[in-house]
């Protein structure tokens, strides 16, 4: 007798050590794209998207997106990394084509942590996928969370001067969701501590405040990069071709660029919050460019 098909099932958490730290990557929720041309190298030809897209074995028309967000638990505190997309869909008409909905409570529960363990919520950036989840229903989905924000990202969205058109429905969500969350915030700026042995590191771009975080214990290190490349060839491979969704293109091709460089040349483990899950990889130099190497087994040691 033939057997019925069971549909597609991927893995949605990752928990390893990394020194003294345990650290897991939670997949909040993913969608499918069309694309990649021209959200991403759209001032350059299709052909050229077309080429490299091939030449990594990727479909050039339509690209999976996914929503991660890190948790490490440091021995002292649970600390969270963004919070997915949340309640967004179902609250918010304007995102229902657009976003999916967020599954980190449920997950995070699979990793063994329930919402009122996390200690610090950190919020690398303002963007709908990352501050979806800190509120369902108008209340706080992380009871006993302090919140962690970067300075200049959280002024920008509060004065909401200079907010380009694409980014209006952006600020308003801001407004609701985030702002309220000021009197239990801290707002830290690059190399500021927010925990032992995490620090910001400041790749501003994508948004106006962006920042990403260095996690060190036992001399083991991770880059937790957020958004600083939100796919892992074409941003990466290609991080001088502009992309739709960064706010201030030319700072963050610069960004981009340094922040490979660095991970590249000091052998950082990256999580990356858009890249396939686990999210995990390192940085490799080659010819031109940057290539994104998924992990294998070295943090499973
Ligand atoms: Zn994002």
């Known amino acids: 007798m033939p057997t019925s098909m069971q549909g597609e099932l991927q893995p949605a958490v990752y928990r390893f050590k990394l020194g003294g730290f345990e650290i897991a990557t939670i997949m909040d929720s993913k969608v499918v794209r069309d694309g ?4 991403f190298g759209g001032e350059r030809p299709a052909a050229e998207m077309q080429a490299l897209a091939r030449a990594n074995r990727i479909d050039p028309n339509r690209y999976e997106h996914p929503f991660i967000p890190t948790v490490v638990n440091t021995g002292k505190e649970l600390v969270l990394f963004d919070t997915g997309n949340g309640a967004l869909r179902r609250e918010r008409e304007q995102l229902r084509a657009r976003l999916p909905d967020g599954r980190l409570v ?28 800190l509120t369902e229903n108008g209340k706080p989905v992380f009871s006993n969370a302090r919140y962690v924000f970067g300075a200049a990202e959280f002024d920008f969205w509060k004065r909401g001067e ?17 702002l309220p969350l000021a009197d239990r915030a801290r ?3 690059p190399g500021d501590e927010v925990a032992a042995g995490i620090r910001a590191v400041g790749p501003a771009g994508h ?6 975080y260095h996690v060190e214990s036992e001399g083991r290190r991770l880059l937790i990069w957020a958004d600083t490349c939100i796919h892992y060839v074409v941003a990466v491979q290609r991080p001088e071709w ?22 590249a040349t000091d052998e950082l483990f990256v999580a990356g919050f858009h890249m396939p899950f686990p999210g995990l990889g390192l940085i490799e130099k080659s010819a031109g ?6 992990v294998g087994y070295q943090l499973n040691l």
């Open 36 to 39: 990649l041309h021209p959200s």
């Open 162 to 178: 200079n907010v380009r058109e694409a980014r209006k429905f952006n600020r308003q969500l801001f407004v609701d969701i985030a």
């Open 187 to 189: 707002f830290v700026k």
């Open 106 to 133: 449920e997950r995070l529960g699979e990793a063994g942590y329930r919402p009122a363990d996390v200690d610090v919520v950190v919020i690398t950036h303002g963007h709908p996928d990352h501050i979806g989840g």
């Open 207 to 212: 948004s106006p405040g962006l920042l990403a």
């Open 242 to 263: 502009q992309i739709d969704v960064d706010d201030d293109k030319d700072k963050a091709v610069a960004t981009r660029k340094r922040i490979l460089d660095m991970a």
């Open 289 to 294: 460019g940057y290539r994104w190497v998924p």
